[in-house]
């Protein structure tokens, strides 16, 4: 006569049937890991709750934060800007002639992420908006280093359809390439649509104190350059 077994339940008899692999190990219940991981998202959470904050931020918080705990983030802040200070070698749009390419761009690589645009013979929309873009993100990201050619002065032939492009190197090799603004935010692409592209690429950390939210102020600029983008649309139709 066959006795039913329910493997789930927890019996001595079960206990045996499991250690000679008669039935499977009970599945394990997964609340108390569940639990664990909230409870170290939390603490993860609760440690981090300072990452975007500025030095100015920093000074604010005195009365909530541990004065140790906060002089530690202070002097974490202070290490990060000092290095990044250090490693601003470029600040500045790189235009390049064909013949210096290889130095460069193809052998600067090796030290730093470079970012080639190449833009349009006639300025189309999209170019004139990249062009702006490169000017404020190379101010901005001292240790990248962006470069500017017309495409048909660094490709013979190259189509204008095609501009601008650009092309992401590092460590000698091609890592990415964007055939216009298309994958971005086509004219309306601004400053944080690239940002989250070096983000994306490695070439930034998301924890940078670069990436600073921006100002009611830098918002206001933002819908000025949609005007502007929207005249551009205007010239270009």
Not at 54 to 64: R, S
Not at 205 to 211: G, P, T
Request: aromatic share 6%; hydrophobic share 30%.
């Amino acid at each position: 006569m066959e006795v039913e077994v329910n493997p789930n339940e927890d019996t001595e008899w079960n206990d045996i049937l499991r250690q000679h692999g008669v039935i499977p190990e009970k599945p394990k219940d997964p609340e108390p890991l569940i639990q664990e991981a909230l409870i170290e998202a939390e603490r993860k959470a609760y440690a981090n709750r300072l990452e975007d904050k500025d030095l100015d931020e920093l000074d604010a918080l005195e009365d909530e934060e541990d004065e140790e705990f906060l002089q530690q983030y202070r002097q974490k802040r202070v290490a990060e800007l000092s290095t990044l200070q250090q490693t601003s070698l470029f600040n500045q749009v790189y235009p390049l002639q064909k013949v210096d390419y290889a130095r460069e761009v193809t052998e600067a690589s090796n030290s730093a992420f470079v970012l080639v645009n190449l833009t349009s013979q006639g300025g189309n929309v999209e170019s004139r908006v990249l062009t702006e873009l490169w000017r404020q993100l190379a101010a901005k990201f001292g240790d990248i280093k962006f470069c500017e050619i017309r495409a048909d002065m660094c490709i013979e032939g190259y189509p204008e359809r095609n501009t601008p492009t650009i092309l992401v190197y590092k460590d000698t090799e091609i890592k990415r390439q964007l055939v216009t603004l298309r994958e971005l935010n086509g004219p309306r692409t601004k400053v944080e649509d690239l940002e989250r592209l070096l983000i994306d690429l490695g070439a930034l950390k998301e924890s940078d104190v670069r990436l600073k939210k921006r100002s009611d102020s830098d918002d206001d600029r933002g819908k000025d350059d949609e005007l502007n983008v929207e005249d551009y649309d205007d010239d270009w139709d």
